[in-house]
C-alpha cells in the first residue's frame, strides 16, 4: 500500500490507536481500565498511533517492541479523533517521535508521585470517557509478527 | 453559630451477620467482601508494584517511591480494620496506586501519593463526593464513607459527638 499523504490535523473520523499490555491496562474481568490513560509524570500526554495512515501491521509491530518479561502485548485499543474530543481531550500530531505518532492530550498534567491537586475528578472523568468511546481488538496470535485479528476499519479513505 | 463535629459514624469493625447475604442487594456487591485472602492478595500486589522499575507499562511510567507503597499498605490495612470491602489495585503511571471499589450501587476511587490522596466517591443516586487532602489526613473517616457510598443500607446513623454552642 503506497504512503498517504498524512496532514497534521487529525480528523474525529481517524482511528487512532494505543497498544495495550498485560497485565498493567486491564481489570481483572479483563476490560481495559482507566489507568491504561493516565499520563506519565510531569506531562499530559498518552502516545497513540494514527493508525489510519501506519495501518494495523505497524501498530502490532510497535507494540511488540515495547514487551518485557513484566509487560505482555495484547491488543489494540481503537478511538476515533471525535471520541476523544468527545471525552474533553485533544489529539495532536507528533510525527517528529516517529511517522504516525500522536499524543492524546488529557488537559492536565500530573505531577511525579502525587494526585494532580483539584483536578482528580475531571481526569477521571476523562480518562473514564476515553475507555468508554474505545474498542479493543483482542489480537488472537501476539507471536506473529502480522496482524491476524479482526480487521480494524479506517476511518479515513487514503490513497 | 454553633459547630457540629464528627457527623460521621463512630463505630468499631464488626462481622457481618448471616442475614447480610441475604439482603435483597447482596448479590450486587462482590462476594470478596471482609475475605481475608483478598486482602491480603491486595497487599501483596502493593508490595510487588513497589518494586516496579521505571517505564514499567511501556509509556515510560515512574517507579513508585517506598513511600506511596506503604502509604497504600496503611489504607488497606485501615480499611481492613473498619470492615470495608476489599478494592482492586493499581499503579498508576505518574507513581502514585489507585484503589478502586465498585459495586451497583455505588463507587469509589482513591488515588495516594506520596504527600496528597484524592477521593472520588458516588453512591449512583447522589453526586460525586470529593475529598483531596495530605496523606496524614486520611483516615477512618474516608474507609466509612466508602463503605457507605457502596453499602447504602448498611450507613449507620450517624452520631453527633459534641455540639458547642457560644453563650453571649
Known amino acids: ?8 490535523a487529525v480528523a474525529d473520523e481517524e482511528v487512532i490507536v494505543r497498544c495495550i499490555f498485560f497485565p498493567a491496562h486491564f481489570d481483572k474481568n479483563g476490560k481495559v481500565k482507566v489507568a491504561a ?18 495501518g494495523t501491521d505497524f501498530c502490532k509491530q510497535k507494540a511488540k517492541g515495547m514487551q518485557s518479561a513484566k509487560r505482555e502485548y495484547r491488543g489494540l485499543a481503537a478511538l476515533t479523533g471525535g471520541g476523544i474530543r468527545s471525552a474533553k481531550c485533544e489529539i495532536e500530531d507528533s510525527r517528529e517521535v516517529f511517522f504516525g505518532h500522536a499524543d492524546i492530550k488529557m488537559g492536565i498534567v500530573v505531577p511525579q508521585g502525587d494526585p494532580p491537586e483539584g483536578q482528580s475528578e475531571e481526569l477521571l472523568a476523562r480518562k473514564r470517557a476515553l475507555v468508554n468511546a474505545l474498542r479493543y481488538f483482542h489480537d488472537p496470535a501476539p507471536d506473529q509478527e502480522a496482524w491476524t485479528g479482526e480487521a480494524i476499519p479506517r476511518g479515513i479513505t487514503v490513497a | 453559630m454553633y459547630q457540629i463535629q464528627s457527623l460521621l459514624p463512630n463505630r468499631q469493625p ?42 514499567w507499562d511501556g509509556y515510560n511510567a515512574s517507579p513508585l517511591s517506598k513511600t506511596v507503597t506503604q502509604n497504600a499498605l496503611d489504607f488497606l490495612n485501615l480499611v481492613d480494620a473498619c470492615n470495608v470491602a476489599t478494592p482492586d489495585v493499581t499503579p498508576l503511571a505518574n507513581g502514585t496506586i489507585a484503589l478502586e471499589w465498585q459495586s451497583d450501587l455505588g463507587f469509589a476511587y482513591l488515588e495516594i501519593g506520596n504527600s496528597r490522596f ?14 483531596n487532602g495530605n496523606i496524614e489526613e486520611l483516615g477512618r473517616d474516608h474507609a466509612f464513607l466508602i463503605d457507605a457510598v457502596l453499602l447504602p443500607w448498611r450507613a449507620y446513623v450517624s452520631t453527633i459527638n459534641q455540639i458547642d454552642i457560644p453563650l453571649f
Open chain 1, 1 to 8: 500500500m503506497p504512503v498517504p499523504e498524512m496532514p497534521v
Open chain 1, 37 to 54: 490513560f493516565h499520563p506519565p509524570a510531569n506531562s499530559q500526554d498518552i502516545s497513540t498511533a494514527r493508525h489510519d495512515y501506519v
Open chain 2, 14 to 55: 464488626e462481622p457481618l451477620p448471616d442475614s447480610f447475604w441475604q439482603h435483597p442487594y447482596s448479590d450486587r456487591y462482590p462476594k470478596n467482601r471482609l475475605s481475608v485472602g483478598q486482602s491480603e492478595h491486595a497487599r501483596a500486589l502493593v508490595r510487588e508494584f513497589g518494586r516496579l522499575e521505571a517505564n
Open chain 2, 118 to 131: 484524592s477521593l472520588i466517591a458516588s453512591s449512583g443516586t447522589s453526586p460525586e463526593m470529593l475529598s
